[in-house]
């Protein structure tokens, strides 16, 4: 078992930045892939970030440019870096990390950003 825990949320004006963390409770140096999916009301769960075992990372389009994710083994944590951020970034953003056919979440954080 794993248990993810965020921090990072909050509110910002457009155009700011935020940082996200997640901390594992066990090492993430063997996982298949953590990252970051957001769940906007009324929407469904979309993924924003993903970074795999071996370093490579992908983005949705509509964060492109904007976001960066990376990781701290050392510290088991997954970090997304969201700058330039839009009204349309207002979301629930969930971690997830992936190992051995199992997916683990996080519990949440909010995002929101006014204009």
């Known amino acids: 078992q794993v248990q993810l825990v965020e921090s990072g949320g909050g509110s910002v004006q457009a155009g700011g930045s935020l940082r996200l963390s997640c901390a594992a409770s066990?090492?993430?140096?063997?996982?298949?892939?953590m990252g970051w999916y957001r769940q906007a009301p009324g929407m469904q769960r979309e993924l924003v970030a993903s970074?795999?075992?071996?370093?490579?990372?992908n983005y949705a389009d509509s964060v492109k440019g904007r976001f960066t994710i990376s990781r701290e083994n050392g510290k088991n944590t997954v970090y997304l870096q969201m700058n330039n951020l839009k009204p349309e970034d207002i979301a629930v953003y969930y971690c997830?990390?992936?190992?051995?056919?199992?997916?683990?979440w996080g519990q949440g954080t909010q995002v929101t950003v006014s204009s």
């Open positions: 997830y990390l992936a190992r051995w056919g199992t997916i683990y």
């Open positions: 066990r090492s993430i140096s063997s996982v298949n892939a």
């Open positions: 970074l795999t075992s071996d370093g490579r990372s």
